[in-house]
């Protein structure tokens, strides 16, 4: 039986395909428009999809969307009529959409797709749910799923149970942790819906001198994590700003602009939020807990991307092991609505062993062969040279000692926004410039931003305080006393990015300035290749860990296709690409045609 999972319509479409209960196929769709959080119906997605499986719309047997389209309205326009007449352009805006297209899911599904089969609209919240708890390797767990809305819910708890999930309570909107913290994320600046991890990474530049003022202020919070807010401080329930006038008096200010200069302002809001976030997720964790008596967790939603709040509930919550689906954000909805309809709608088994979850890794994207990739270079007279299997690791090994940068593509793409290595970009963990290197030459992004450690799974333990699996990027963890270095007595007369240039650790690049990394633990049976080249770096150079961060540049989604790798490596300061079997040299090889297009764009953007 074929299932096809759908999320669209509001950011980071997605599809995903689930043949008999296995997950076969699972992508968004920004990866092949080169739209950065694509909300549009996924066409290309599902394509690719079916073509990984090898089957046409006609032979699906049901299509599942992750949420209810007429449930969703129904808020929409409920929320206008209570704050009418303010927030009539916002109206105007909105509702043409809906009107024509997003009510019309069913006519888009069988008109884009060829297909005359049944269709199932689960809720928001049960996709998350289903996302989270289905492909986890607990028999039987909690969920919990936190995000910015989908119909009415914003949070939601419950219990799964072999092939079975229900939600036993929900926040309502307008009442969100995630629009809160998007607040905040459209006050310092930065994108919401985008630039949220940016203001995670801020957070420990900062001091938390508004964190009482937020929860004096802006939400009341209850001991079980419940919480109102105070909508007199915020727009999104009727405008287009995430925030209005009194918030602006509240904390002194309009918001920062666009890629304006960072202050120690912006600095201190990050890390407030950021610690009344993690407040109401360990009060939230610590209620389930006490409601369902599970030792396991399950999480999901856009909030459950926040890896260091998932970091404080694995070290300081009740239950003895966490799982995250990676896709934690609208894309994981289509999974997660796949999964449901297999599962709790057909009422199909679910095998769980406590041990491995059926996620694959999350390497579920297209995944391209030798033969294509020499096509691809040949065709385009790219210069190249073809490396053994076995040299592969070896020879990336030394570049990478060296202070290289290497591009990385890989096997399968990730499912999910974090690389982990089918779609990196990779350096020297113990390099205290290559932070600097790779931000500003690499990444073109703001310098404050921190880079992620992959290490090898048996390894962990040696550098981090953590002995679990990290396999999705998804927690932060302290770094171990024993590695890091003694401060500096004028240190403590830094503030803001003024720390950001002092070494902490044996591994300066990816240590943050709060002594912490986020990291992928990596094992043999999910990437042997990425394995062994973290291998074959430890037995030769001693540190079996190095920087991995997101094959593309700020404002582009992670690469997909040879050409797109080939394409960023270019117009990039990166010193190597390698792809599968082939090693290419930046020396040497000719400048990109439409460069001068291409960086026009990138200002304007």
């Excluded at 096809?4 to 920004?30: K, N, P, T, W």
Aim: proline share 5%; aromatic share 12%; hydrophobic share 40%.
């Amino acid at each position: 039986m074929n299932i096809l999972g759908i999320s669209a319509f509001y950011h980071d479409s997605a599809a995903a395909l689930v043949c008999d209960g296995r997950i076969v196929a699972a992508a968004q769709e920004e990866r092949f428009t080169r739209k950065k959080h694509d909300f549009a119906f996924p066409i290309q997605a599902i394509r690719y999809c079916l073509s990984e499986a090898g089957i046409g719309g006609d032979e699906l047997d049901w299509v599942a969307f992750y949420d209810k389209p007429f449930l969703k309205f129904e808020r929409i326009l409920e929320t206008y009529l209570a704050y009418a007449p303010r927030g009539f352009f916002s109206f105007l805006k909105a509702v043409p959409l809906w009107i024509k297209q997003k009510l019309w899911i069913k006519d888009l599904i069988r008109e884009d797709l060829s297909y005359n089969g049944k269709i199932l609209f689960t809720e928001h919240h049960e996709s998350h749910a289903a996302s989270a708890f289905f492909p986890s390797p607990f028999g039987e767990a909690a969920i919990l799923t936190m995000d910015g809305v989908g119909e009415w819910a914003t949070a939601s708890y419950g219990v799964g149970k072999g092939n079975e999930l229900s939600l036993m309570s929900e926040i309502r909107f307008p009442h969100s942790l995630g629009l809160l913290y998007s607040a905040f994320t459209y006050y310092t600046g930065f994108k919401v819906n985008s630039g949220e991890y940016k203001v995670m990474g801020l957070a420990p530049y900062g001091e938390p001198k508004y964190r009482d003022l937020i929860l004096n202020e802006l939400i009341d919070l209850k001991e079980d994590g419940s919480f109102r807010m105070n909508m007199e401080y915020f727009g999104y329930g009727c405008g287009l700003r995430m925030t209005n006038r009194k918030f602006d008096k509240l904390f002194g200010g309009r918001p920062r602009k666009p890629e304006s200069r960072l202050t120690q302002r912006e600095m201190d809001l990050a890390r407030s939020i950021q610690e009344v976030t993690e407040e109401i997720m360990l009060r939230m964790a610590k209620h389930v807990h006490r409601e369902t008596g599970m030792k396991n967790l399950c999480l999901a939603g856009g909030v459950a991307l926040n890896c260091v709040g998932n970091g404080r509930i694995l070290r300081e919550g009740p239950f003895e092991r966490l799982w995250i689906q990676p896709a934690a954000g609208d894309a994981g909805g289509a999974l997660g609505a796949a999964l449901f309809a297999w599962h709790q709608y057909l009422g199909n088994a679910r095998a769980a062993d406590g041990k491995k979850d059926s996620q694959q890794g999350s390497y579920l994207g297209p995944c391209y062969g030798k033969d294509e990739i020499r096509d691809f270079l040949e065709c385009r007279n790219i210069p190249y040279s073809e490396i053994s299997d076995e040299e592969i690791s070896g020879r990336i090994a030394d570049l990478i000692a060296d202070e290289k940068v290497i591009g990385w593509l890989e096997g399968r793409m990730e499912f999910g926004p974090r690389a982990l290595g089918g779609r990196s970009i990779l350096g020297d963990a113990r390099s205290p410039k290559m932070q600097e290197t790779m931000n500003l030459k690499i990444k073109f992004r703001e310098s404050f931003r921190p880079f992620a450690p992959s290490v090898t799974r048996e390894r962990v333990s040696d550098y981090f305080e953590m002995d679990c699996e990290s396999p999705y990027m998804l927690l932060v963890a302290p770094v171990k006393k024993a590695i890091r270095r003694p401060g500096n007595p004028e240190d403590g007369k830094l503030f803001g990015i003024a720390k950001l240039n002092v070494p902490r650790s044996d591994l300066p690049a990816v240590t943050h300035v709060d002594y912490s990394a986020r990291i992928q633990t990596v094992s043999r049976d999910q990437h042997p290749l990425f394995y062994d080249l973290l291998e074959r770096f430890g037995k030769k150079y001693g540190c079996y860990a190095l920087i991995n961060t997101s094959f593309n540049v700020r404002g582009e989604p992670i690469v997909c296709t040879p050409e797109d790798a080939y394409r960023c490596f270019m117009r990039t300061n990166m010193d190597y690409l390698v792809m599968g079997n082939f090693l290419l040299e930046k020396k040497g090889q000719k400048p990109l045609e439409k460069d001068i297009d291409w960086l026009r764009e990138y200002e304007l953007d």
